[in-house]
């Protein structure tokens, strides 16, 4: 019926495609805010050069901009194309942020960012810096309803199973809405974009301080980027951490998973800030351990219990089986839709009916499942932990890196020597690439860490793909992968020649 | 407020305003980039045709997203089917969607007539074929969709590819073409001046000649076809999924709404007026109602295809009786409710910003001021 092989490929289709739009994506959002400082401070003060740092910058922002639009289609379309069970399971709910993001997002920004490129001369100064303004804001608007829509796969509100129509209905939009795991995953996900459009302007502009031109630009830019960027980075961590905290409130496998918590701890628990997970023992072959600091940062608390893998396995084990019986009752209800037994036996279990549905990964026949299957249902419930608990680590160093780094570029730029600093210029040089390492880390954390689901105790993976055979998706898959190898190289060849030429790009041909 | 069933009527006019307000905005820039290589001879002759629409494309293209997203939100049955069963279709409309965006920023920011020309191309291809496409999908609807569903609503797709370029598809494919040709003509006629505007009015002409004839002839096909007809059906007003219905196949079907009420067939009319008229305005140097007009006559075409199908959005050719109609796609009466007053405060700020991005930037796109702009514009 559903092709394994067709839903690993798919789920690597879209790692690759979502990975791939969120190059392009932070940058938008970060670079956005820059362009509206640089502007503002060109209206207060009337000097020319921040009007061309607006417009120089403005160039590299439309030449990402560019990319991000044509490959934030394929998201729109791949939801239909490879996830075609999940979009007809959760569509009800999940396809109106979608379809609000369009209404009130893209479309402003969308229509903004023409007239930031083309209405300079058209429009008064006060107004194009509204347009720039407006860009910014629109940006952030569409992050806000993709948030949203991602908030509700992983901490499901407001909805329920209509047994008629075979799938989640919305019954609380304002539950969707401010679904607190959505909030803070808003605020953490434009904070990065933050930080990685001040990262940009930062190490493009180190590179001329270093080559000694456009140095009064440099210098400039770097005011405002360190000053922006610093309060990103604070805020990407801080609120990474509520972000965190939300997790461990709605989504314990995920926590335990990348911290590597394999035994329930008396509270609070204890921070593994080092460890080898070894996923066949189910223990860690070597930690460092620092006690009690999880318990205090997930919980906010000293005495919330924080549930080990083995435990919240153990747990789900008998969520599998009642689930089970649900979806074995509503199979009963297709066939006879009067049958009032099974009726209420589907809404005993019906909070259980994913779990159950878990299981159909071992035997399609739920009549058939041996007890040895719903432990492999149950053992799937917590993703694996080695990948979650190296790729977040890697992202956290990351943040503090940041912010130390900006609160130096703020010093130094405050007091006028950032340009005599070589050796601080050539690190941020080489951080330049970093933020995409960490935004994508970050990503793989969120998606890898709600496995097996697709969206949180309701719908698994492995059941939302679409009917369409593994060679297909393959084959599309390496379209996609020849089709943006080809674009990446165009879209860093202009990239590249446009920063190192620098402003002079405003007035002399490029060729 | 409304009851389920005047919901999903509701509905099924909103993806109607959306699909021609994707048409009308969207499908001039299509137009103007299918006609790109064909009107511009030289290097800034093809920038002034692609600077008329360069503020504007991208505002335009979200007509596109947001009715994709809309038929998620409102009609998720339609898009699961839709997207999974015609998947290389779809691949291939969003293969040809890739180069626009990148072909108009891209274009201009090298000064080489290799890479510029090249890029031009491109363009034409992300232009013409997507028109192209959405005419072969909505013969397609016509002609009947080889998918079926299982009890959990699971769907699956019996068909091929290449079953998609059916004669009769790539006829109304030939329809839609040329009509986002001419939407884009008639816009290019009234943005620009001179040798470039004698030109684009001479290709509109041979464009509404052919759209004509090929309007016609599909009709004239359409009364030969077996068309559905819902024969029995579960309460609309209840959730309902499309396995509660019986359909019966009708030879000349898709005419049976017009015979029953003859008032519809003021949509083809238009479609024929709208065409002509737009021709005899564009040599009238009326150019601006030339596009109002050429507006309607896309309206026109749009609502003569989902008029002749009502109330079915998706026919099954493998089993008609599974067959999607506006009864039994839609989304929960919760969610259209929420959807419908979000389509109502946005809409009018959607036009009236996007009105007033158009009043910036009006006149007469010319050489002279590209030569003018040469590094701000595309």
């Known amino acids: ?511 | 407020m409304f009851d389920y069933m005047t919901l999903k009527v509701i509905w099924w006019v909103l993806i109607g305003v959306l699909l021609i307000g994707f048409a009308i905005m969207d499908g001039h820039d299509m137009g103007v980039g299918t006609l790109l290589p064909f009107v511009g001879k030289t290097d800034v002759e093809r920038r002034v045709v692609i600077n008329t629409i360069a503020p504007h494309w991208d505002g335009n293209q979200v007509w596109f997203i947001t009715a994709g997203g809309a038929i998620f939100a409102a009609w998720p049955f339609v898009y699961a089917i839709a997207f999974s069963g015609l998947y290389w279709a779809m691949l291939l409309l969003l293969a040809a969607l890739f180069f626009r965006p990148v072909g108009f920023e891209y274009r201009s920011k090298i000064n080489s007539p290799k890479w510029r020309n090249n890029w031009d191309w491109l363009i034409f291809v992300g232009s013409s074929v997507p028109a192209l496409l959405f005419g072969v999908a909505f013969g397609n609807l016509f002609l009947g969709v080889p998918f079926k569903i299982d009890e959990t609503m699971r769907s699956f797709y019996t068909g091929n590819f290449f079953q998609l370029l059916h004669p009769f598809a790539l006829l109304v494919g030939v329809v839609s073409l040329t009509l986002l040709m001419l939407q884009g003509g008639s816009y290019l006629a009234h943005r620009t001046e001179g040798v470039l505007q004698t030109r684009v009015k001479k290709i509109n002409q041979i464009a509404g000649a052919i759209n004509i004839v090929c309007f016609t002839v599909a009709g004239l096909w359409l009364t030969q076809m077996n068309g559905l007809s819902v024969v029995n059906m579960a309460d609309p007003n209840l959730s309902m999924n499309p396995l509660m219905k019986e359909v019966a196949v009708v030879s000349g079907g898709w005419l049976t709404n017009y015979f029953a009420h003859p008032i519809l067939w003021i949509f083809p009319a238009l479609v024929y007026v709208g065409v002509l008229l737009t021709l005899i305005l564009q040599s009238k140097h009326r150019t601006l109602t030339g596009f109002v007009v050429m507006s309607l006559a896309v309206l026109g075409t749009i609502m003569t295809a989902g008029v002749a199908l009502f109330p079915f959005v998706m026919p099954s050719s493998e089993n008609p009786a599974m067959s999607l109609t506006l009864w039994d796609v839609a989304s929960s009466k919760y969610t259209l409710n929420v959807m419908l007053w979000v389509v109502i405060i946005f809409v009018p700020l959607i036009l009236t910003y996007t009105s007033w991005a158009y009043r910036v930037m009006r006149g007469k796109v010319t050489v002279e001021y590209v030569q003018a702009n040469d590094k701000a514009l595309y």
């Open chain 1, 1 to 511: 019926m559903i092709d394994a092989g067709a839903v690993d490929a798919a789920r690597l289709q879209f790692a690759v495609t979502a990975l791939y739009h969120f190059i392009f994506v932070p940058l938008t959002l970060g670079l956005s805010f820059i362009l509206v400082a640089m502007e503002l401070t060109y209206v207060m003060s009337g000097k020319q050069i921040y009007k061309d740092m607006t417009k120089f910058w403005g160039k590299l922002f439309g030449i990402n901009f560019a990319l991000g639009v044509t490959t934030g289609i394929t998201m729109e379309f791949q939801f239909g194309t490879n996830w075609a069970y999940y979009s007809h399971y959760v569509g009800d709910i999940f396809g109106a942020p979608l379809a609000i993001e369009g209404l009130m997002a893209f479309f402003l920004e969308s229509t903004m960012i023409g007239l930031f490129f083309f209405g300079w001369d058209r429009l008064s100064k006060g107004k194009h810096l509204l347009v720039t303004a407006l860009l910014a804001l629109a940006s952030n608007l569409s992050a806000v309803l993709i948030l949203i829509a991602n908030g509700w796969m992983q901490y499901p509100v407001g909805s329920e199973f209509n047994p008629v129509t075979m799938r989640m209905e919305l019954t609380s939009f304002s539950e969707i809405l401010f679904n607190v795991v959505a909030q803070d995953k808003f605020v953490h996900t434009v904070s990065a974009g933050y930080v990685t459009g001040s990262v940009f302007v930062m190490g493009i502009s180190a590179w001329y301080l270093l080559k000694g031109k456009h140095i009064e630009f440099a210098k400039r830019s770097i005011r405002i980027a360190s000053a922006f960027g610093l309060a990103s980075a604070l805020s990407v961590v801080i609120l990474g951490d509520e972000s965190g905290y939300a997790v461990g409130e709605h989504q314990q496998a995920k926590l335990a998973a990348m911290e590597g918590m394999w035994e329930t701890e008396p509270a609070p628990a204890g921070f593994n800030l080092i460890a080898f997970p070894n996923e066949a023992e189910q223990k860690n072959d070597f930690a460092i351990h620092i006690p009690y600091a999880m318990g205090l940062i997930a919980t906010r608390s000293t005495d919330t219990v924080l549930p080990g893998i083995k435990d919240i396995r153990e747990k789900n084990a008998v969520r599998v089986e009642n689930g089970i019986k649900g979806v074995l009752a509503l199979e009963k209800m297709k066939q006879d839709p009067s049958d009032a037994q099974a009726k209420s036996i589907m809404l005993e279990h019906q909070k259980d009916l994913g779990y159950g549905l878990l299981a159909k990964k071992y035997s399609a026949d739920l009549n058939q499942v041996t007890p040895e299957q719903i432990k492999q249902a149950a053992h799937d419930t917590v993703p694996q932990v080695a990948p979650l608990f190296w790729t977040f680590r890697v992202m956290v160093l990351l943040g503090f890196t940041y912010i130390a780094f900006f609160i130096y570029a703020f010093w130094a730029s405050g007091n006028n020597v950032i340009h005599e600093k070589k050796r601080f210029l050539r690190f941020a040089l080489w951080l330049l690439p970093t933020p995409w390492i960490a935004t994508s880390f970050g990503w793989f954390v969120a998606e890898y860490g709600r496995q097996p689901w697709t969206v949180t105790g309701i719908l698994p993976t492995h059941l939302s793909a679409s009917s369409v055979s593994a060679g297909e998706v393959w084959a599309s898959l390496a379209g996609f992968v020849l089709f943006y190898t080809g674009l990446l190289i165009v879209e860093l060849y202009l990239m590249f020649k446009y920063a190192r030429l620098g402003p002079t790009v405003l007035t002399e041909q490029v060729h």
